[in-house]
């Protein structure tokens, strides 16, 4: 009896080899989610660009269904984390609860450039990364690819900022805690609210104006409302991320997984090109054909603002610390990580 079962489970096993075998060549869809609209640069160039490079680099074996606009729900981790979706958009500064050491990448000062930012921000996120290991991990997450927006600029709706005293007392839309500690430090008065909430906001004079960078601006149809914006200072920026659960990762075969992290690496740092340029782009479309008005800010306007911004990081830092979490050694490797991969 005893030769027989064996007999039996190693048949099994046998045949549960040669399923999985023929599976690996099969086709696979995957279900990706995220909130923008479809006209979103950040889907064009960022999220669609990955999904076509992953078939391309998968021969054709990885195809996806694609659900913009929150359609599958708006909590994206729990979209992904329940199996409602394979992959899904986390735009982290919306939920601070779950990533809040990812909000260290909100911080002023710290990068000039999305891709210098987007660089630093993977190097803490790959495999080996201590955001990987301390936030993602224990979240059951697998990252893909990250992006990180260009460095924001502080845009108002009817009052120009010429200078730090102009800012005291106005109302300004500030995206996650990061975000807000900076708005305070510079003697701002912080509105929470998420991106899409931002133009009835400006639209109602609910806000004053919006720490933001200029894509931005047109991607959510606020050129009508925003009239001048103050550049020069580093004053942080938001970013976003690809992720799995760690569950789903695992059961794809090793060449999807190779073609998934090859995508995601040449997706993001052409994301981040694409970015960079487009901001610059768009501030002068923005003056020429919408009137914006921009202040560039003195070397000594700028030092003055880097002086108010320079307890940001440290006084995070702190608060995550006194809360268990590494917000020192966030701070650390970031400011380590190097501009390239």
């Known amino acids: 009896m005893q030769k027989l079962i064996r007999r039996s489970l190693a048949a099994s096993a046998i045949s549960l080899a040669a399923l999985t075998a023929a599976s690996a060549q099969e086709a696979i869809t995957l279900k990706l989610a995220h909130p923008l609209p479809n006209t979103h640069y950040a889907y064009e160039n960022g999220i669609k660009k990955f999904t076509d490079a992953v078939t391309a680099k998968s021969g054709g074996k990885v195809k996806f269904e694609v659900y913009p606009a929150s359609q599958l729900g708006k909590d994206n981790y729990s979209v992904v984390n329940s199996g409602i979706a394979n992959i899904a958009m986390i735009v982290t500064s919306y939920a601070p609860d779950k990533f809040p050491l990812t909000s260290v990448t909100e911080l002023p000062t710290l990068f000039s450039t999305s891709c210098e930012a987007m660089a630093k921000y993977w190097s803490l996120s790959k495999p080996g ?34 200078a730090l005293a102009d800012v005291a007392g106005l109302k300004i839309f500030a995206n996650g805690a990061a975000m807000d ?19 009835d906001a400006a639209s109602r ?3 004053d104006g919006a720490v933001f960078p200029y894509s931005s601006l047109a991607a959510y149809k606020l050129e009508g409302y925003i009239k001048h914006s103050a550049e020069g200072a580093r004053l942080g920026s938001a970013s976003w991320m690809l992720a799995m659960s760690e569950k789903g990762w695992r ?91």
Request: hydrophobic share 35%; aromatic share 4%; net charge neutral.
């Open 129 to 162: 990364g201590i955001l990987e290991a301390r936030e993602y991990k224990p979240l059951g997450l697998k990252v893909l690819m990250v992006s990180t927006l260009p460095q924001y600029s502080f845009t108002t709706t009817t009052k120009p900022v010429k």
């Open 181 to 199: 500690k900076t708005v305070r430090a510079l003697g701002g008065v912080p509105v929470r609210l998420t991106a899409s909430e931002l133009f």
């Open 205 to 207: 004079g609910t806000v």
């Open 251 to 341: 059961a794809l075969p090793e060449d999807v997984k190779q073609a998934i992290g090859d995508a995601g690496l040449e997706v993001q740092n052409s994301l981040c090109k694409y970015m960079d340029d487009d901001d610059g782009a768009t501030r002068r479309r923005l003056e020429s054909e919408k009137g914006l008005s921009v202040t560039k800010l003195s070397p000594d306007e700028i030092k003055l603002w880097h002086e108010k911004l320079a307890p940001v990081a440290t006084d995070w830092a702190k608060e995550m610390d006194s809360k268990g979490k590494p917000g020192t050694a966030v701070i650390e490797a970031l400011r380590a990580a190097g501009s390239s991969q």
